[in-house]
């Protein structure tokens, strides 16, 4: 591992290697590659209020250790998960203590500040962080140039926007979440299973009596999650598809709430709470690419793959791709013609373990059968998935990192 004491660098004009997007995956293969080769990372800026997406399992103390930054975690004061509980396939409540999780409790995270904190590592080690940030364009130069992208960066600082910034660089990561923006520009297809969306507030709960618990259960129109968060807010989530009848109706906070009520585990919640902020809406359905990767670029994180919240393994991933596709990028840099190819392959094997876990889960539940959220998601297993996948991860921590766990118990 390099020094991470380096001030951060001016951005050069020429790179081995463009980082686009300042999430937890950018953040994780910009820190894993200072000090290695020429890197430089963009981002947009992030977005007011609180982000969705707080769960992390305890399995990625691992992976926060081995980027380092294990310390500056636990320094953040995130709230441990120590138990949670569920409703899924009966009317029998599930409770599963951290206790016996040989990796302890995970945590419900303060989203913001644990995005910031892997950035700012990566910033630490000398990484110039270009945020924010967007990139415009990729151009791929003609075969044979050693630098094999031009990039256009439109700059904004306060509220002036500068002339965009030209630079060349040899390999471009996809850091860019769902929007995979250079997958598609490098010619990679986007493709997306089902409508599923995720309805969320965040609210004041009259009580922090089940602090520390993530509740857990299905209805006939979908499922919902709630946890209590370090900042004493609540999230609200109710995932559900987008065309179905309910989730037309749902407008506002008190909507949510109000459905809430007739929950028994987020209900008993939620209930009284005081509404902190408007109702959002986000995409929650797996999305994949045809291929994760090209001879000068490789999608990581959300980018190359994102999965159901029901997975609750999303930043685990991009964690894990984070730092994985670090090796595969050095390994590409010295000569190495298969390791960006063969990152693809890889990504696949993830996403056929995550799909075996995936149709389980929601088989578990038949209470619904009939139940169009619910039929839609008990067929049988699309063919084909994970047989053209053959290659190993890149190395045995992916393999010791990587999971497929799935949310309820
Ligand atoms: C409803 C919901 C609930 C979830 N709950 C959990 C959970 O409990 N636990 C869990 O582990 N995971 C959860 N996830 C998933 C988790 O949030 C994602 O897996 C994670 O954020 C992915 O990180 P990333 O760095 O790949 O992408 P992101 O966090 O999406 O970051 C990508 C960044 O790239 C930027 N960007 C995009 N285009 C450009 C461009 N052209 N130029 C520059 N920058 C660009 C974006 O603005 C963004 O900042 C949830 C997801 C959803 C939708």
């Known amino acids: 591992m390099p020094s991470h004491a380096m001030a951060a660098a001016p951005l050069p004009n020429e790179l081995d290697v463009l980082v686009v997007g300042a999430g937890p995956a950018g953040a994780a293969v910009a820190a894993q590659l200072a000090g290695h080769c020429r890197v430089a990372l963009v981002g947009r800026a992030v977005q007011a209020g609180r982000a969705i997406g707080e769960t992390l399992p305890a399995a990625a103390r691992v992976i926060l250790s081995d980027l380092g930054v294990w310390d500056a975690f636990a320094a953040q004061g995130h709230r441990p998960a120590w138990s949670r509980r569920s409703l899924w396939g009966s009317s029998e409540i599930i409770f599963q203590d951290a206790l016996f999780d040989p990796h302890g409790a995970g945590w419900h995270l303060d989203r913001k500040r644990f995005d910031a904190m892997l950035l700012e590592a990566a910033r630490s080690r000398g990484v110039p962080c270009l945020v924010p940030a967007t990139l415009r364009s990729l151009q791929r130069q003609p075969p044979g140039a050693p630098m094999r992208w031009r990039c256009l960066i439109d700059r904004v600082q306060g509220d002036t926007a500068h002339d965009p910034l030209e630079l060349s660089c040899r390999i471009v990561v996809d850091a860019t979440g769902r929007a ?47 946890a209590d968060l370090p900042d004493g807010s609540c999230v609200i989530a109710w995932q559900t598809d987008i065309d179905l009848p309910e989730a037309r ?44 990767s090209g001879p000068d670029w490789l999608a990581v994180g959300d980018a190359g793959l994102s999965f159901d919240p029901l997975a609750s393994q999303g930043l685990l991933n991009s964690l894990v791709t984070g730092s994985e596709a670090a090796t595969a990028v050095r390994r590409s840099l010295a000569g190495d013609t298969d390791a960006l190819p063969s990152w693809s392959a890889w990504i696949g094997t993830i996403r056929a373990a995550y799909r075996t876990h995936h149709q389980h889960y929601y088989a578990l539940e038949q209470r619904w059968a009939a139940e169009p959220f619910w039929t839609r ?10 047989a053209d996948v053959t ?16 949310r309820p118990a």
């Open 249 to 292: 109706r749902l407008r506002s906070t008190a909507d949510l709430l109000e459905m809430a009520h007739h929950t028994a585990l987020v209900g008993a919640r939620s209930r009284g709470s005081r509404v902190l902020e408007p109702l959002r809406v986000a995409a929650a359905r797996e999305q994949w690419l045809d291929a994760a």
């Open 180 to 226: 995979a923006r250079v997958a598609r520009q490098a010619g990679a297809q986007v493709h997306r299973d089902g409508r599923l969306a995720c309805f969320h507030a965040w609210v004041e709960p009259p009580s922090h009596e089940h602090a520390g618990t993530t509740m857990i259960e299905s209805d006939a129109e979908g499922w919902w999650y709630s």
């Open 377 to 386: 998601r008990q067929q049988v297993p699309e063919a084909g998935i994970g």
């Open 391 to 406: 290659a190993a991860p890149t190395s045995p921590s992916a393999r010791s990192h990587s999971s497929a766990g799935t």
